[in-house]
Structures are given as structure tokens and as C-alpha cells.
């Protein structure tokens, strides 16, 4: 299980970048079109782990799970560049963790997944970590504010989206590889996304080769290399687990956030964060207690 976890904290720390980089390119492209660039870029770095581990396309065995992962998918980079557009960074990244909400959700539903109360209790703190982000951070209150709340309901949308992607990758983890996985998914996925990019293509300023540079980390390692350890997480831990590591991700960005952006920092994001991170590892131990009894009761 360990090298699970250090798979989704890889997640956490390529994830911490992905919306200041949305956010500072947004004045140069329009949302959609940040959103197909990253799921090309995607698919490109996929595309070639298959390649690299002796697959070929031919190989892979399609499955509806393909396709509502892609649609997931779509959803999900397509209303999060389109959120950051009309919300902030630092709330956008709190809105967003939804999703290992949906995603616990789902697979306790759809595929079964027991959760347990201790479980169940550790996402509570995680919960409670959040709100206290963001309930006594009485400077940044304007962050939610009413003109904010369509980019706020997108987020939420997105981080529903990124769940749905997450309960398919988890559904076919045990019967195919990460990049047999991947490769269908992100195709959708640019398929969608270019089809609308192309539709409405603006381009506001001349790009920069720091832009170029922005891109290419967003696209290659904040899409491609963070969803291939997000699968590989995926495949060895249970989707509460590896939904509520991900969690700690918005620390990490909010902070990016303030020192890039300039938005609002305070003491209750290492209040909060210390809740957070203390309901990750309830977890983390509450599942290697399910481990310990499931060998127990094996032999």
C-alpha cells in the first residue's frame, strides 16, 4: 500500500501548480482551449507510456468504462478552466474537492466499496479542515461572494466530473493496464474538448515562450504524468483512500496561489491543513487495518 500512497502524494504535489498556471494562462487563450492543450499533451505522454511497455493500440480491449471516463474527463478539465475564468484560484481549489467525495460515493454505490465508519469518519475531519480554510478566513470572504458564484457552481460541476472520470479508472484497474486505461480516455476527452475549442478559438495575447513553458507543464506533467500516478495510486488503494490524500492538495495550492497571484493567505489554512492532513492519515491507518484483518481472516 505504501507506494500507493506515494504515488497520490506525487498527485498532490504536481497538482499544486495546475491552477496558477491556469489561471496566469487564461488572459492568453480562452478556457477550452487551455483545456485541449492539456488533455493533447495528455494523451501524448499516455500514448507513450503504452508504447514504451510493448502495447499497442490495437491491443487495448475498449470498454463503456472508456467512455464514461472520458466524459468524466471532459467534464472535468472543460468546467475547471471555464470556473477559473470567473472564480478565484483559492476558492476554486477548495470547491473542487467534491470530488473524493463523488468518487468515495460512487464506488461504494456503483462498484461496491466498503467504507466503513472509520472511514467514513476521517473524510469527516477532512471535511472539517476545509471549512475551516475556509470559514474563518473572514479576509478572504469576499472570495465567495455572489458575483464569484457561477465560477463557483462550475467547480463544483468539475470536481463531479473528475469523479466519475476516477470511479471508471478504478473499475478497470483490475483488468488493464494504466495506459490501456488511459489512452481511450484522454482520446475522448480531446476529441470533446478540441470539437468545442475549435468552435470558439480566441487567442487574446501573442504568446511567450514562458507561456509556451506554462502550457507545457500543465499539459505534460499536471495532466499526463499526474493522471498515470493517479491510476497507478488507484489500482493498489481504495478510491476513499486515494480520493482523501488528494485532499491536501489545496494547501499547497492556495499557498501557491497567494505568493503568485497575490490572493489572501491566513493562519487557518495551516489550522485547516492540520486537520486535513490528520484525517489523510486516519485513514491511511484505518485502511491498513482492513489489510491486517482481510490476511487474518485469509489464512
Known sequence: MSIGILYMLGVVALWSFVPTLVKLLLPIFDPMTITFLRTAQGLAVTLALLYVGGGRLRTITWSRWHLVGGLGM????????????YTTASAGVLIVQVQYVTLAALAAFVLHEGLGWGKIASMGVVLAGIAVVVGFRAEVGHLFAPRYMLGNVLMLGSGIGWGVYALSNKALAPRAST?????????????????VAAGQFQLHAAPTSATLLAVLIVGALGTGLSFILVSEGIKRLSAALAGTITAATPIAQIAMAHHVLDEP???????????????ILAMVLTEQAQVRRARISAA
Open 74 to 85: 471532459s467534464l472535468n478539465y472543460s468546467l475547471y478552466a471555464v470556473s477559473l475564468s
Open 179 to 195: 495506459a490501456a486505461i488511459l489512452v481511450p480516455m484522454m482520446a475522448v476527452c480531446a476529441v470533446v474538448t478540441g470539437t
Open 265 to 279: 493567505l491566513s493562519w487557518s489554512v495551516i489550522g485547516g491543513g492540520i486537520i486535513i492532513l490528520g484525517g
